[in-house]
């Protein structure tokens, strides 16, 4: 494992796609915070330091999506991954391997947002409005949604002999995840009430307060949260906004889904006849 | 004999498909084993096999003296090298880069000797060229650097020489000749290029339909291999007339052209041939190629 991880990581500082997106993250990381001060600036309206600082969460899918397909899509295209099988390597150890280093890539690139959105995010609003230790939570979450994303994407692009399909199929379900998401968020948010207009008998416009008969409730509304809370897009949109029913509830999916998807795609992998 | 390695009645089923059907084969060590079959005949499937790559769905293999099903094979695989189909490299670097990478997959302590291995197949100018920008000579050489890497004594080479030109075709011939005769490193070399594969070979293995049809050294090949002279004459009715008398065994070809299966004495012959009218336009000296030989095993019909 050790040899594996220390050859990856060699090719990790090499990729490319993986610098490109930490300085993309950087970058983002400097301007919404300053962006943020010039229109406190111009509005008047007083911002705080927690208002924006997780909302790249509902792009972590996506990037992984793309990082995750190429970066082990490489291993297939190139041809390369039979020099780790020809090495001796177990096959249970290069899929490992490459979990860890994409994981390690996702932190990484969290990382080059967060820290220079802390560095000047703090001078320019202060510290956060909002609880430590939701804070603290909410980092803990992302960390782990973004573990269960490389663990998602890892089984795709292991499975899939073809990168460009791979790459495909990730992108496909980064957002086909998200839009599930919102499809569900909408459901959730849905007022258990809402305003009827009619015209009444003298012709004038009244209004009547009536039940919503798309707001869920009972059975329906317990599955269909903890559908949003299972789903990674659906873990994303809470972090982002940092409306989460279920906060604590969220990490253990996160972690039920990395070893599940970890588990299945080391099973599937081992049998898998490699071209 | 001690055998690399031994196959023993292995199959490969995909799907409804039988790759391989009961294929044995020995590896001598220190051989050069060509391996040599038309496409789909499962050269390649067997290199994947013994790499690796895949399981086979029955019979086993024996690779310096473990069997596949034992977990130690692991460790006989580290002995060897391999260049599956297409060179397995890392397009976005350089040849060094890519060295380095299996230097640490296989756990070395240092870079020690990567300068050396660059140097033995030609790549020690390649600099900071990457490996996309090769040609497919010098990617077929970096594949060969990296199944290098860490030593092997058992290098596999599948179809080394397809689509190179042919100053790269010698170079790896001469490549391979070199790390058989100075590092005596066993070679298995798959091949359909038959030539090719006659200047290398020190032993064979044909493949047909899954099966060896015949293993055989490279010395038995050339005694069963028989001489001829190709004639060319401006009547082959005449000649084979001249022949028959002369209790030759022949072989006409062609109304011009015919092979003969023994010495002949030149002047005796042109005498003969001049007295019937007939005049000897060209004479080679030929032997029979192991292109026939292997036609004569697996049918010539069939494989065109």
């Not at chain 2, 790390?179 to 493949?207: C, K, P």
Request: hydrophobic residues 45%.
């Amino acid at each position: 494992m050790v040899k594996l991880l220390s050859a990856n990581f060699l090719r990790l500082k090499k990729d490319k796609l993986f610098w490109a997106a930490v300085i993309l993250m950087a970058a983002l990381g400097v301007f919404f915070p300053v962006r943020k001060y010039l229109d406190t600036l111009q509005s008047h309206y007083i911002e705080n330091l927690d208002n924006g600082f997780f909302t790249w969460t509902l792009f972590i899918g996506v990037i992984m999506a793309v990082f995750c397909s190429c970066f082990i899509g490489t291993e297939y295209s190139d041809g390369t991954i039979r020099n780790k099988i020809v090495a001796g390597q177990k096959r249970g150890t290069i899929y490992l391997a490459n979990l860890i280093v994409s994981s390690a890539a996702g932190i990484v690139i969290c990382a080059a947002y967060l820290i220079p959105y802390l560095c000047v995010g703090i001078p320019l609003f202060g510290f956060f409005a909002a609880d430590g230790k939701l804070i603290l939570l909410t980092v803990v979450t992302v960390l782990l949604l973004m573990v269960a994303f490389s663990s998602l994407f890892t089984f795709i692009a292991m499975i899939c002999q073809s990168k460009s399909a791979a790459n495909i199929i990730c992108i496909l379900l980064a957002f086909g995840l998200l839009m599930t998401a919102a499809i569900l968020n909408q459901m959730l948010e849905a007022p258990p009430t809402h305003m009827v207009y009619f015209l009444d008998e003298d012709g004038n416009m009244a209004s009547t307060e009536e039940a919503n008969p798309k707001y869920l409730e009972g059975i329906r509304r317990e599955i269909v949260q903890t559908l949003y809370d299972i789903l990674p897009g659906g873990q994303a949109i809470q972090c982002a906004i940092m409306t989460a029913v279920h906060p604590l509830r969220l990490p253990l999916y996160s972690l039920a889904i990395i070893v599940l998807a970890t588990g299945g795609g080391c099973v599937l992998f081992q049998k898998k006849d490699l071209r | 004999m001690d055998y690399v390695l031994k196959a023993n009645a292995l199959t490969k089923n995909y799907k409804h498909y039988k790759a391989l059907d009961g294929l044995s084969m020995n590896v001598p060590r220190g051989a050069i084993y060509g391996f040599v079959g038309k496409n789909g005949a499962g050269k390649t499937t067997l290199i994947r096999l013994i790499c690796g790559l895949q399981e086979p769905t029955s019979g086993d293999y024996t690779l310096y003296g473990r069997k596949n099903t034992e977990r130690e094979i692991m460790n006989s695989r580290r002995r060897m090298g391999a260049v599956v189909e297409t060179p397995s490299i890392y397009l976005n670097m350089t040849a060094e880069d890519n060295l380095r990478q299996q230097y640490r997959i296989l756990g070395l302590p240092s870079y020690d000797g990567l300068g050396e291995i660059l140097k033995l197949v030609g790549l020690e100018d390649a600099g900071k060229k990457k490996a996309r920008n090769f040609s497919l000579g010098m990617r077929q050489r970096l594949g060969i650097a990296i199944a290098l890497v860490g030593s092997p004594d058992f290098l596999v080479l599948d179809e080394p020489v397809n689509g190179l030109d042919p100053q790269g075709i010698i170079e790896i011939r001469e490549l391979i000749l070199k790390l058989n005769r100075e590092e005596q490193i066993t070679v298995l070399i798959s091949s359909h290029i038959l030539d090719e594969l006659s200047r290398l070979a020190t032993h064979y293995g044909f493949i047909d339909k899954g099966h060896i049809v015949r293993e055989i050294s490279a010395g038995d090949l050339e005694a069963a291999c028989r001489k001829c002279v190709r004639l060319e004459v401006t009547n082959v009715q005449a000649l084979s007339r001249v022949l028959d008398g002369m209790g030759v065994e022949y072989n006409i070809l062609s109304d011009r052209a015919a092979d003969v299966y023994a010495k002949v004495h030149v002047s005796r012959l042109t005498l003969a041939l001049a007295e019937e009218s007939c005049e000897v336009l060209s004479m080679q000296e030929r032997n029979e190629s192991l292109e026939s030989y292997y036609i004569s095993l697996v049918g010539g019909n069939e494989n065109g």
